[in-house]
């Protein structure tokens, strides 16, 4: 059982608007300065030494998972909420006040980022129906595999861009 052009979009945006919103979710969420303090430190420890290809590798891993029909959508929910508390953990700790978090997903790579892990969740979600329907076909396994190549170029353009923004940014101890 195939999905359409249009309802293949629908999946799409649906699970973008998804992952914006529990991201959004996870920056609103009222944290102490101390458990602030605590993400931003285990945060800065899990980055510490990495690179683009760290960063790829990392995202990469993510958006296989959110590939899985079920196991995908609670990997990419946890993903988008814990996001965004590293955001707001950044930002609380901030003497800057900024309008929204979602403005990262205007950067190239951000927007990168996102496009990928809406197509990866939502591939998921339709792979789901598909197996559920017991239809599941050759050419739908050649569209996931077709739809995992277009996450990893996007992730990869993501890293590389992420690592250059993050390589020319002026160092500071949180």
């Known amino acids: 059982m195939l999905f359409s052009f249009k309802q293949r979009l629908l999946f799409f945006f649906m699970a973008v608007l998804f992952f914006l919103g529990l991201f959004q979710l996870g920056y609103l969420i009222k944290i102490d300065k101390s458990f602030s303090k605590e993400l931003s430190k285990n945060f800065i420890n899990q980055i510490h030494g990495i690179n683009e290809l760290g960063i790829f590798f990392n995202n990469f891993k993510i958006a296989l998972v959110m590939f899985i029909p079920i196991l995908g959508i609670v990997i990419g929910s946890f993903s988008a909420f814990s996001t965004g508390l590293i955001f707001n953990s950044i930002i609380n700790l901030s003497h800057v006040h900024y309008p929204s978090p979602l ?7 951000g927007f990168l980022e996102l496009m990928a892990y809406g197509l990866a969740i939502s591939r998921g979600s339709i ?32 890293a590389l861009i992420e690592w250059n923004m993050i390589s020319n940014m002026p160092k500071r101890t949180i």
Not at 134 to 154: D, F, N, P, Q, T
């Open 103 to 109: 403005l990262v997903f205007i950067t190239p790579f």
């Open 127 to 158: 792979f789901l129906f598909e197996i559920l329907k017991k239809g599941v076909s050759k050419k739908s396994i050649l569209y996931l595999l077709i739809e995992v190549g277009l996450v990893s170029i996007m992730l990869f353009i993501g």
